[in-house]
């Protein structure tokens, strides 16, 4: 089981929410970093908040992931590859549009990293809860416990049958499943033709809030979670129906799964294996709570809620992270406190 304690690491999708805290992880912790952008003028942005890590750098276009070879010359001479880099559209109407780039980046990513087997030693493929989550059956009124060996089929046959008329979510939801189907499949297959000189490592998290450090020039430039918290939390706005005190969620830090993705590549025990990522279940109004000690501009929303009388329908078990890779987790109070903080000096409560 190859890890991966120096060397160059390949970042795809670079300039994300998530991304940009894995780049500064890996260069804290002593890598060379190259990573990809679509553009030219959203490298711009990384190259100026690393500055201080210049000479350890490297950023690069690649705009369009879906093209063959497109990451070929990005991975030459690294050592291992983060792919982040995947489309997230939660409303799409068109299976194809938000399949077809996932499934085919993941895929090219990987035949990039078999085209360079002779430097790369693992792979750590960011995936999400949404290819682990199947809702409950009718009926079902308990609190099911769903862990790595959970696949979302659900998602994938709402939109085999449906195709555009699935719900949004559930064709991101398959999006997701059917990509980390598809990287465990060519791993294995590569496996058994032997020969494979890298691990493959799979991540699962949930919805993923945090402080930004990636660029977001406003808050009505925020997308995805930090959005969701964004709207949830600091203008009280209703997302999803009774999305304060009522929507079960399961969440975790966004610094606490960049550290994630370099233990992923680190631990020697992690190469081969599937991690839910994952601090706990939550409710919005747990965040709403904990930020209102930073300051009273927050919204009370609906304290009169029992966290003790939540019932959640889904939990996720990270134990398996805990236990493989050593990997702690930052509470509700912690993340919303340093969030709400981090969104207070951008200005952006009102």
């Given at each position: 089981m190859p890890a991966v304690s120096s060397g160059?690491?390949?970042v795809t999708g670079a300039n994300g929410f998530i991304a940009v805290w894995v780049l500064q992880e890996l260069l804290e912790h002593g890598f060379a970093v190259r990573g990809t952008v679509r553009s030219e003028d959203k490298a711009t942005y990384l190259r100026d908040q690393f500055a201080t890590y210049s000479a350890k750098l490297e950023v690069i276009v690649v705009n369009n992931m879906t093209e063959e070879g497109a990451f070929d010359n990005a991975a030459e001479g690294t050592d291992a590859i983060l792919h982040l880099a995947s489309p997230v559209a939660l409303d799409s109407e068109d299976p194809n549009a938000v399949i077809i780039p996932a499934v085919q980046g993941t895929l090219g990513?990987?035949?990039?990293a078999l085209k360079h087997r002779a430097t790369v030693r693992r792979v750590v493929f960011l995936s999400s809860a949404a290819a682990i989550y199947n809702p409950p059956a009718p009926g079902d009124t308990g609190t099911r416990v769903l862990d790595e060996s959970d696949w979302n089929e659900?998602?994938?046959?709402?939109?085999?049958?449906?195709?555009g008329k699935a719900w949004g979510r559930d064709i991101y939801r398959a999006s997701k499943t059917l990509a980390e189907r598809a990287a465990w499949k060519l791993y294995e297959e590569e496996r058994a033709k032997g020969g494979l000189e890298w691990d493959l490592v799979t991540l699962n998290p949930p919805l993923v809030y945090g402080p930004l450090i990636h660029e977001v020039p406003t808050a009505e430039s925020l997308t995805g979670s930090a959005r969701m918290w964004y709207d949830s939390v600091v203008k009280g706005a209703v997302v999803w129906p009774d999305v304060v005190s009522s929507h079960r969620y399961a969440y975790v830090d966004v610094r606490d799964l960049a550290r994630a993705h370099v233990l992923g590549l680190t631990v020697p025990e992690a190469g081969g294996e599937r991690f839910m990522i994952c601090a706990g279940p939550c409710i919005m109004q747990q965040f709403v709570d904990a930020a209102r000690r930073v300051t009273d501009k927050i919204p009370a929303g609906e304290p009169s809620y029992r966290k003790e009388d939540v019932v959640y329908a889904t939990v996720y078990n990270a134990s398996k992270s805990r236990n493989v890779l050593d990997l702690s987790y930052r509470s509700v109070e912690e993340?919303?406190?340093d969030t709400t903080r981090d969104l207070e000096r951008r200005g952006w409560v009102p």
């Open positions: 160059t690491v390949l990513i990987l035949t990039s659900h998602s994938v046959k709402e939109v085999r049958e449906k195709g993340t919303a406190i």
